[in-house]
């Protein structure tokens, strides 16, 4: 097997998935704001004309990872298990599904929680984050009503807790250290539906 010329190794930052995650790496290094052209185009080891090939500026670089993160927790949203059955086993399935959707896709879920609303971009992927949190609230206070969670906790306040910890989990959470998805979310369900289930 040939050994990888420069000019080979630099073409693979050519292809648009490479181009993206080599960005979204940037982003959540320097923050989107103070990430530049000329800073991707370091990254990537191409000129900032190779880069334009594929976007239009970095703006669309941001839509498409932002948008990596959310399609996930769309298709989620919209699957059969979100929608029937006990609330609380439903509740139970998305804490699930959003870690794995959260360790899968670390790198763009990590930029999605930390985008302020300083663009029209930034604003469309808050108001998409809205849409879930809302779905999630009604997801809680239908498991409220069935009488599955204690009636003594506020499900407003269920529902930060619970995903303010799924959310946290980007913080700290390395593939490196030997836990999947599955092991996080094993230790968060039993550690929140213990204390939560009637």
Same mark, same amino acid.
């Given at each position: 097997?040939?050994?990888?010329?420069?000019?080979? *190794?630099?073409?693979? =930052?050519?292809?648009? #998935?490479?181009?993206?995650?080599?960005? @979204?790496? @940037?982003?959540?290094?320097? =923050? +989107?704001?103070?990430? &530049?052209?000329?800073?991707?185009?370091?990254?990537? =080891?191409?000129? %900032? &004309?190779? /880069?334009? +090939?594929?976007?239009? !500026? %970095?703006?669309?670089?941001?839509?498409?990872?932002?948008?990596?993160?959310?399609? !996930?927790?769309?298709?989620?949203?919209?699957?059969?298990?979100?929608?029937? =059955?006990?609330? /609380? #086993?439903?509740? #139970?399935? @998305?804490?699930? *599904? $959003?870690?794995?959707?959260?360790?899968?896709?670390?790198?763009?879920?990590?930029?999605?929680?930390?985008?302020? !609303?300083?663009?029209?971009?930034? *604003?469309?992927?808050?108001?998409?984050?809205?849409?879930?949190?809302?779905? /999630?609230?009604?997801?809680? %206070?239908?498991?409220?009503?069935?009488? &599955?969670?204690?009636?003594?906790?506020?499900?407003?306040?269920?529902?930060?807790?619970?995903?303010?910890?799924?959310?946290?989990?980007?913080?700290?959470? *390395?593939?490196?250290?030997?836990? $999947?998805?599955?092991?996080?979310?094993?230790?968060?369900? %039993?550690?929140?539906?213990?204390?939560?289930? @009637?």
């Amino acid at each position: 097997m040939a050994t990888p010329t420069p000019t080979r *190794q630099r073409r693979r =930052g050519h292809d648009p #998935e490479s181009v993206l995650s080599i960005a @979204v790496g @940037v982003f959540n290094e320097r =923050g +989107y704001d103070g990430t &530049s052209m000329e800073d991707l185009a370091r990254a990537l =080891g191409v000129t %900032k &004309s190779a /880069i334009y +090939y594929h976007v239009p !500026g %970095k703006e669309q670089l941001l839509a498409r990872a932002l948008d990596r993160a959310l399609d !996930g927790l769309s298709e989620m949203v919209a699957d059969q298990r979100a929608a029937s =059955g006990p609330a /609380i #086993e439903r509740l #139970e399935w @998305v804490v699930r *599904q $959003s870690v794995r959707i959260l360790v899968d896709r670390l790198p763009y879920v990590t930029l999605l929680l930390r985008v302020r !609303g300083n663009s029209h971009t930034e *604003q469309a992927a808050l108001e998409r984050r809205r849409e879930f949190d809302a779905f /999630i609230s009604r997801l809680v %206070k239908e498991a409220a009503a069935e009488g &599955s969670i204690r009636p003594d906790v506020d499900p407003a306040l269920v529902t930060r807790l619970l995903f303010g910890t799924v959310n946290s989990i980007a913080d700290w959470y *390395q593939p490196s250290r030997g836990a $999947s998805s599955d092991d996080v979310a094993d230790a968060l369900l %039993k550690m929140a539906f213990n204390g939560l289930r @009637v």
